[in-house]
């Protein structure tokens, strides 16, 4: 099964599973909300009158944001399950089941394309024709926004054994034996398995800054802005030690690109 099939499976069985941790279940866990949607919110600006697709739409919590802003938002995801989930939360927005292999939209449809935490699904050739998918709906000078993992954070190894358990980047000295760890994996574009919530088995690509940045170029995009998302004050409250760490370490990147 490739991987977009898996995905699409994963999120029609536990997508409300997993939107429901989001929303309310685990609030210390309530990243997205936390780093990614305010830094988002922030980075688009005034988007009054502005025709925005979000593609990997998921439950419409951007869109909804959006259209509190007064921009005219469309939505398109794999996931039936999210779909209905997004048409719930913002009935005014208009959402549509499909891929970004071939999204449903005419040429120079939209002002801007946004993709939050989704681009993470594709193998770096899935990633550069979707970003010629997503030129190709843009208007002219068009602005395409997304986000995924840091590329910092992308880089994080682990190393565990019964003493320790670590996650970083970076040289470990290990006084006793002045053993060297030598941790991270940043040269690489490398693809990890990970449970969202249980049962939930994700398969994720983690890709180098520089992957990206060609793929945005192939497409006929220029790079204008990179913003790392800090943690909110609100999630300070909540999780204190998380917003810590985060405060010092991205978990998550924001890529802002113009159509030329
Ligand atoms: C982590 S969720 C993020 C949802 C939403 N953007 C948000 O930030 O709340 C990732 C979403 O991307 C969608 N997705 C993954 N691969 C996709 C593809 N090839 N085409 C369309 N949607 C996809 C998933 O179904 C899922 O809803």
Redesign the pocket.
Known sequence: MTV?KH??KM?DEF?AEYQKTRDNERPERAY?EHM?LPAMLKALGNIKGKRIL??????G??AKKYMAKGAIVEG????KT?IELAKKRCPKAKFKV????KIPYKNSSFNIVT????ID??NSKEMSATFKEVSRVLKKRGLFFFSNESPVNAARDKYEDKNIRIKATGTVLFKKTGKKLSLGSAFKDWIVEWEMVPGMLMKTYKHTFRTQLLALRKAGFELIDFIDCKPTLGFKKVNPDDYKIFSKFPIFSIFVAKKK
């Open positions: 977009e995905t699409q999120y997508g997205n990614e979000d593609i990997g739409c998921g439950a919590v951007h398109i995801d794999i996931s999210m499909g891929t970004f292999k993709g939050s935490l989704c699904y594709l």
